[in-house]
């Protein structure tokens, strides 16, 4: 996704819009680091750490998320696939903040903790937004500033440790049109200190231009990536699971023929995608 990966010692962002897959993305990459790389710390504001994990499962089983958390899945099968894959989440390095931070300094502190201690490759902040700044009186410019300054000092320590900040844009007014850099939360600590900045977003070209129906896709923008390449191309996105592919991607296509999606669609995704990363 990235020229050589996710950086250690320097902050990368991941911002979207409302109901974009952000979080989803995030989880991939928590669970891909924890499964082939070593330990991670998810310091999820938004969730639970249980609403977490059933997110986890949801992705990897292609199981509604919603009928997960009320416990509606009908077929045994489906039970057993849901079950194997809890078990397999146990075994994972995967770890959570001890206690609700009171402010970002006290959730920079526990996190740097628990990464010592645990050996963490990876620390993912979901979401920026929801971080109190400590600060007595404040705007939200000054707000967003003392968050990613105290994360991005943080970073700065972390020698082998990847981190990772989710964050929702903040002022758009029109989600068709490309986010940029000013959208970011702290927006001007993004453009002078993050390694990488990634944006998600329902792009124009990720509809269907006679009836304006969206693809089962996000466009992602890399935004920025410091000695490294921008650009932007589409992921494949299941909705009803929360989970993303490669719009290339063999299972993603029998999935989407399973759905009902037609080969046209199928088509032009896997061009879209090509066409993209230059295959």
């Known amino acids: 996704l990235t020229f050589g990966g996710i950086p250690v010692g320097h902050p990368s962002l991941l911002g979207a819009d409302s109901s974009t897959g952000k979080s989803a993305l995030a989880n991939r990459w928590i669970r891909t680091c924890a499964e082939r790389i070593g330990p ?37 099968e489906d039970w057993d696939a849901v079950a194997e894959d809890l078990a397999t989440l146990e075994r994972l390095p995967i770890h959570y903040l001890e206690e609700i931070p009171e402010d970002v300094n006290a959730l920079c502190h526990q996190a740097q903790r628990v990464i010592q201690r645990e050996g963490c490759r990876l620390w993912v902040v ?13 705007g939200p410019y000054e707000d967003s500033s003392a968050i990613m300054k105290a994360i991005n000092a943080t970073a700065r320590k972390l020698r082998d440790c990847a981190t990772l900040i989710v964050s929702q844009f903040s002022q758009r007014k029109d989600s068709e049109i490309a ?20 944006a998600l977003w329902r792009a124009r070209r990720c509809k269907d231009k006679g009836s304006g129906k969206p693809y089962p896709a996000i466009w992602c923008d890399l935004l920025k990536q410091k000695n490294g390449p921008t650009g932007g191309f589409p992921i494949g996105w299941h909705q009803k699971s929360a989970a993303f592919f490669d719009c290339a991607d063999p299972r993603f296509m029998a999935l989407l023929d399973r759905e009902g999606w037609d080969a ?5 995704l896997v061009e879209l995608y090509t066409s993209a990363v230059g295959l």
């Not at 979901?126 to 404040?138: T, V």
């Not at 046209?264 to 032009?268: A, I, L, S, T």
């Open 179 to 198: 986010p940029a850099l000013r959208d970011f939360f702290g927006a001007a600590e993004v453009s002078q200190k993050a390694h990488t900045a990634m």
């Open 40 to 76: 991670v710390l998810d310091c999820t504001l938004e969730d639970s750490a249980e609403s977490r994990v059933l997110r986890h499962v949801a992705g990897s089983t292609m199981t509604s998320n919603t009928n997960l958390q009320r416990y509606v899945v009908q077929r045994r």
């Open 126 to 138: 979901d979401y920026a937004q929801l971080i109190p700044s400590g600060l007595q009186r404040s």
């Open 264 to 268: 046209d669609v199928r088509h032009r």
